[in-house]
C-alpha cells in the first residue's frame, strides 16, 4: 500500500523514501528454514516451517519488487534503485527454503554492495553440492559483462579470491573458471577474434548452464557489437534460395 501511493503520487526516489522503505524491509522476519531436522522430527513441523517461510519470502518480495518497479520510473536508475536490488538479493539468499542463486545474482549485480556479493558467494560454496560452486561464479561474472560492466566483474572475482584465501578455502579449479578468467582478460583488450576461439575452445563449459549462452551472446552485443542471428530470418533466407 505504501508503494502503491509512492505511484499514484509520482514521488520521485529520493533518500528519505529510500530509507523509509528499508525501515519497512527490516520489519519483515528473518528467520533462516531449520537444516538440522533430525528423521524423527515430525514431518507437519518441517513442512510448516516451510510454508511459513515461502510467505515470508513472497511478502517481502513483492514489496521490494514494487519499490524496485516504482524507483525504476521516478528515480535516476533505469533498472531500479541499487540498493533495493541488495536489500532483494540479501533476503532471498537467508529466507528462501528453495536456494536460487540465479535469482540472488540478478539482484546483486544491480545492487550496491559488490563485497557483500562476495561474502554470499563463498558462503554458498562452502555448503553448494559438488559442482555448482563454479558455475555459481561463473554465473555471477557473466552477468556483471552481459550488462556491459567489466570493471565490477574483474572487482569481484579479485574480491571473492582475497575472501577465499583469507577463510583458508579452496577457489574452484575447473574449465569454466579457466574461460571465465580469460574471458575478463581478453575483454580488456577488445580483441574479437580471441573472444569467438574462447566460446568455441570452452562449449563445453558454457553448455553446463543453459543461461550462459545467451549471458555470452548479450557479452558480444555490448563489447564487439555482434548482433544476435535471428532465427527466423535465416530460415526466410533457407526458403528463398529453395525457391
Known sequence: MFVDALVKGKIPCDPEILDRIRK????FPQIPVPSNFAVEDDVQELTEALGAAKTRLHGCSSF???????????????????????????YIYSESPEMDMAKVSYHFVRGNNLKKFATTLVNFMSKCYPGEDDIAIARAILMYLSMGN?????????????????????????DLIQFINLLLLT???ETLPLFNALRVKYKPSIDREPAF????????????????????QDMFGDMLKMM
Open 213 to 232: 549462452n545467451e549471458l555470452v551472446c548479450d557479452i558480444a552485443e555490448k563489447f564487439y557489437g555482434v548482433q544476435r542471428r535471428n532465427p527466423f
Open 24 to 27: 519497512i524491509y527490516k520489519l
Open 187 to 189: 575483454l580488456e583488450k
Open 64 to 90: 521490494l519488487k514494487a519499490a524496485i518497479k516504482w524507483s525504476a520510473e521516478f528515480g535516476a536508475d533505469k533498472n531500479g534503485d541499487p540498493q533495493l536490488h541488495t536489500m532483494l538479493a540479501e
Open 150 to 174: 567489466l570493471q565490477d566483474a574483474s572487482s569481484l572475482m579479485e574480491e571473492l579470491k582475497k575472501q577465499v584465501q583469507a577463510q583458508e578455502l579452496e577457489f574452484p579449479v575447473s
